[in-house]
């Protein structure tokens, strides 16, 4: 396994990040392809064999069971300060807002239904998973400050932003004196770039890590094609991901293919070879044991820059799709940034 350090901040994590969206309760929550608490053990104590230190989950993913089963996994397998253990927080319910819960309250609340979910005392990444139109940006980032402030988390995260708003969010936290964003977690892969338009300057300059969820496009691209499985049949987010763009991802996907095959490697090693090029850590989801072996083996692959360009030179510009189509902001105002009680 290699190292990096992410962003600026002091943790180190393992160049592969394994994503815990797949583990949970199947008969419960949003997806009913995930794989059971035996399952999930296997591969979070094959992951921490082979060096991975860092996981991804969230209060979202099966209601809270993915936390569990990583929490209770974690325990038994590791040691707390080896590890880096990322979750996230949505955006607040209509009954909250009704309920007058601020969305400092908000993200304080979810943080430590998380923390009693994976059995720890902190986090070492808290991130704002979908972005909240419906909140003030100032109190979700006061909630994500007292978090750091109170010791339950060591640094914040963002997942699903634009540009823009992570920098008008990290002008804020700095013009406040706030925690402010180490990394981010946006849909980024071979078949899915757009990252590259404004994201990957802005993090360059900043010192913002990349931490990529769905670096395989959540398997297109480590399946040959006609491979099945239970996702495949069940994930119709992921359909919806993906489906409408499936004819020119293809292009890219049989290169993938003949890549692997020159080179005698599989699929997975290819696409994550090239995101271990451009990011810190991409996110991988497993639901079997080898699936974090082959993306563990992606490391020992170097494309070369001939390579590299035959991968990227059939893509072209792709509408936004996943949580990045559907979340829109439901009022004609503006958006709010600064809550009245901040504005000081
Ligand atoms: N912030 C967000 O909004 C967000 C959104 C999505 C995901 N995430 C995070 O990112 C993680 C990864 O996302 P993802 O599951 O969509 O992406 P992914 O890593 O692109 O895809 C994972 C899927 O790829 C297949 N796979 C992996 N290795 C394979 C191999 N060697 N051979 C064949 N198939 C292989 C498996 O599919 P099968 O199970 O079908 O075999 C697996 O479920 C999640 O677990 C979560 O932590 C975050």
Known sequence: MKYVKLGNSSLNVSRICLGCMGFGDSSIGQHSWTIDETHSREIIGRALELGVNFF????????????????????DMAHRNDVVVATKFLPRTEQEITAGIDGKQHVLNSLNTSLKNLGMDYVDIYIYHIWDYNTPASEILEGMTEAVK???????????????????????????????????????????????????????EDNIAMTPYSALAS????????????????????????DSTAQQDSVIVNRVVELAESRGVEMTQIALAWLLAKVESPIVGATKIHHIEDAARALDVMLTREEINYLEEPYVPHNLSGVMAVNKPAMKEKPVWVAAASNR
């Open 150 to 204: 109170q010791g339950k988390a060591r640094y914040i995260g963002i997942a699903n932003v634009y540009a823009y708003q992570l920098a008008k969010m990290n002008a804020l936290a700095e013009k406040m004196g706030w925690a402010k964003f180490i990394a981010v977690q946006n849909h980024y892969n071979l078949i899915m770039r757009e990252e590259e338009r404004e994201m990957f300057k802005l993090c360059h």
């Open 219 to 242: 398997g297109i691209l480590a399946k040959r094609p006609g491979e099945k499985s239970l996702r495949q049949e069940r994930d119709s987010f992921m359909h919806f991901k993906y």
């Open 56 to 75: 991804d989950t969230a209060i979202a993913y099966q209601l809270g069971t993915s936390e569990q089963y990583l929490g209770r996994a974690l325990r």
